[in-house]
């Protein structure tokens, strides 16, 4: 996006100060107390805008999930009449069987957000799991492993998604994380094997290793934490997809009817497209500012640390 | 080593990887819980002897490594199979509507290409300028946005409030056209809404990519050199760093086929265009696991012989790209 140069902007936190030194040099020097690696990655982000944006989206829709029973109008059953357009009592409206509409859009922040973050953690352990063996073990383990990795690469994600879901007799939302767990990983164990590949030649492993540390210290203490960076620019660019993939299953009638993600709430108002406008509309926009609240999020998180991803 | 001797071996190569895919996408069908059997008599189902002579017929009783190579030695005969569910052989199914789904894609491909690098260089070339932000932000927007859901909202706003395009299928029903001219007109406006989802989203991904590509590139000391030498911009611009900023553009494209066949089996099932995305959602949903299996494995060849043209693209623009 609109990148504004570091150079203009270390202007503004440090106002008496010629801006001449370079931007690492100047957060050594400037407020050291503080200069732990999460605030002067905060401090990077914070240069950009629209990463500050996506920033307070995703914040803004995580409190909302965490205290939709407290702010929400009504009760997620029937308040109303049904089908009602948005008005002084239903903002959003009421939904077919006369539920409002803000109150369930509130709600389907929770599913959203479950969906989203628990899909990618999974990817990231099974990812983790799978790359560390596959760059440890080397050899035909590793060759094995990444002949797989390749296999589920190449094919298309969400038609894979489709046909690995029509298995579940039940399709509670839980199997719909699990599906995508066991689906989208295999990005993610490539790029584990080959930060661990590289990281296991730096300098600072062979020198824990000439001071006799054990394989589990160096991959836990060395290893594992240099790669922390990589797997959390990805994850948080990978949130918003599951968030879509969800609601685009769900649309497509492999979803969960019963979850009231914001999915459901889509594909129900679908019925009604002609007559009740609100219903398919307010979950949409919910949907649609999460994901670019996470992606400008995730955009700004990659510049702040510097990491290079493939775009998807 | 020459070009061709080059794209013989990559056509080689594709055959092993090409079993691999349909050796995971089989087990992973057979190995599923489910009864096809069940699912395929689901409406009236017959006693368990039948059942199990069913069951038997279909060779569904044997291990599924011997399925395995039943359908092997079947597909390499060409045959993708027969569907119990839709009482048609696989291959039909597929063939009558392969051409819909690459018609929808190509074009919604072309136009999202041009569009993209044109706006892609302008954004580049005039980084920082609002003309950058506010194709930044169209981007933004493009790829946050639910793809059905924009769908939905096209047919709300321009099909059912405006009513200027149809909103479902691929020529109007039950009417008689006076010359194949006024039915291809009736065929394009059917195509406008879908491929115009289609190319919102997938600009958005490519217009980033070929903005993020072409700045980089800028950076460059030949680029500098260029311009030193006195070259118009114009030249500077599309033939030495365009050229450039292509190359990972391609690898992208190919790589992501798979996902423009994701986004065409969403607008497929929306627009009730009857081609392979949407066949796979209907197959998928009555559980018909040869459809899917015989639709897999398109897909998976589809993505493969695409990977295989951005690796020959990519040899034919960069010429520092040696075959070996």
């Known amino acids: 996006m609109i990148e504004p140069s570091c150079y203009e902007r270390s202007n503004d936190f440090m106002p008496n100060r010629l801006s001449a030194k370079s931007k690492e040099e100047t957060e050594e020097v400037f407020e050291p107390s503080k200069a732990t690696q999460l605030y002067i990655v905060?401090?990077?982000?914070?240069?950009?805008?629209?990463?500050?944006?996506?920033?307070?989206?995703?914040?803004?829709?995580?409190?909302?999930?965490?205290?939709?029973?407290?702010?929400a109008p009504y009760g997620t059953g029937m308040v109303g009449r049904s089908r009602r357009p948005p008005s002084v009592e239903h903002w959003f409206g009421t939904d077919a069987a006369g539920r409002d509409m803000l109150t369930l859009v509130l709600y389907g922040a929770r599913i959203s957000l479950y969906v989203g973050l628990a899909a990618v953690f999974l990817n990231?352990?099974?990812?983790?799991?799978?790359?560390?063996?596959?760059?440890?073990?080397?050899?035909?383990?590793?060759?094995?492993?990444?002949?797989?990795?390749?296999?589920?690469?190449?094919?298309?994600?969400?038609?894979?998604?489709?046909?690995?879901?029509?298995?579940?007799?039940?399709?509670?939302?839980?199997?719909?994380?699990?599906?995508?767990?066991?689906i989208g990983w295999p990005f993610m164990a490539r790029v584990v094997r080959g930060e661990f590949l590289a990281i296991r030649e730096a300098a600072y492993v062979e020198a824990a290793r000439s001071m006799g540390a054990s394989s589990w210290r160096i991959i836990i203490r060395?290893?594992?934490?240099?790669?922390?960076?990589?797997?959390?620019?990805?994850?948080?660019?990978?949130?918003p997809w599951y968030i879509l993939y969800e609601a685009t299953l769900t649309f497509l009638g492999f979803g969960d009817p019963l979850s009231n993600s914001w999915g459901v709430l889509v594909q129900k108002g679908y019925l009604y497209l002609t007559s009740a406008w609100w219903m398919i509309t307010f979950p949409g926009v919910a949907l649609f500012f999460t994901s670019m609240g996470f992606n400008l999020f995730g955009d700004g998180l990659r510049d702040a640390l510097d990491i290079r991803t493939r775009g998807r | 080593m020459t070009l061709r001797t080059y794209v013989i071996r990559r056509l080689i190569l594709i055959v092993p990887t090409f079993f691999f895919i349909?050796?995971?996408?089989?087990?992973?069908?057979?190995?599923?819980?489910?009864?096809p059997v069940l699912a395929m008599v689901r409406r009236n189902p017959p006693p368990p002897e039948v059942m199990a002579q069913i069951r038997r017929e279909l060779g569904l009783d044997q291990p599924v490594y011997t399925q395995y190579l039943i359908w092997v030695g079947k597909v390499l005969r060409g045959d993708l199979g027969f569907s119990y569910v839709s009482y048609r052989p696989v291959w039909t199914m597929i063939s009558e509507k392969v051409w819909n789904t690459l018609e929808l894609m190509l074009v919604a491909e072309v136009v999202s290409v041009a569009i993209a690098i044109v706006l892609g260089v302008i954004a580049a070339v005039k980084h920082y300028s609002i003309?950058?932000?506010l194709c930044s932000l169209g981007a933004l927007v493009g790829y946050s946005m639910p793809n059905f859901w924009m769908a939905l909202m096209a047919i709300l706003i321009f099909s059912m409030q405006l009513g200027w395009?149809?909103?479902?299928?691929?020529?109007?029903?039950?009417?008689?056209?006076?010359?194949?001219?006024?039915?291809?007109?009736?065929?394009?406006k059917h195509l406008v809404l879908p491929t115009a989802i289609l190319v919102l989203g997938w600009t958005a991904y490519l217009f980033r990519m070929v903005r993020s590509s072409m700045l980089e590139v800028l950076r460059q000391d030949y680029i500098t050199t260029a311009r030193a030498k006195g070259l118009r911009e114009r030249v500077v611009i599309y033939k030495h760093a365009l050229r450039n900023a292509l190359l990972p553009v391609v690898t992208y494209e190919a790589y992501s086929i798979g996902f423009l066949l994701g986004g065409a089996a969403v607008i497929e099932n929306i627009f009730g265009w009857p081609g392979l995305g949407r066949l796979m959602v209907e197959q998928a949903g009555v559980r018909d696991y040869t459809t899917v299996m015989g639709l897999s494995?398109?897909?998976?060849?589809?993505?493969?012989?695409?990977?295989?043209?951005?690796?020959?693209?990519?040899?034919?623009?960069?010429?520092r790209i040696r075959y070996d």
């Open chain 2, 165 to 188: 395009f149809p909103r479902y299928g691929m020529l109007t029903q039950g009417v008689t056209f006076a010359t194949p001219f006024h039915a291809l007109l009736d065929h394009l």
């Open chain 1, 124 to 182: 990231v352990m099974i990812g983790l799991a799978i790359g560390m063996v596959a760059g440890y073990f080397g050899g035909a383990i590793d060759e094995v492993l990444m002949r797989i990795t390749d296999v589920i690469l190449s094919l298309p994600e969400l038609p894979l998604l489709i046909v690995t879901v029509t298995f579940f007799e039940t399709r509670s939302i839980h199997v719909i994380v699990l599906v995508m767990g066991l």
């Open chain 2, 131 to 133: 003309t950058d932000a």
């Open chain 2, 22 to 35: 349909s050796m995971f996408v089989f087990a992973l069908i057979h190995l599923a819980p489910g009864d």
């Open chain 2, 297 to 319: 494995m398109i897909i998976a060849l589809m993505v493969l012989l695409a990977n295989l043209c951005a690796d020959i693209a990519y040899a034919v623009i960069d010429p």
């Open chain 1, 222 to 239: 060395h290893i594992l934490p240099n790669m922390f960076s990589t797997i959390i620019v990805i994850a948080s660019m990978d949130i």
């Open chain 1, 42 to 71: 905060w401090r990077k982000l914070r240069r950009s805008e629209l990463a500050v944006v996506g920033f307070g989206i995703v914040l803004a829709v995580s409190i909302v999930a965490l205290v939709a029973p407290v702010i």
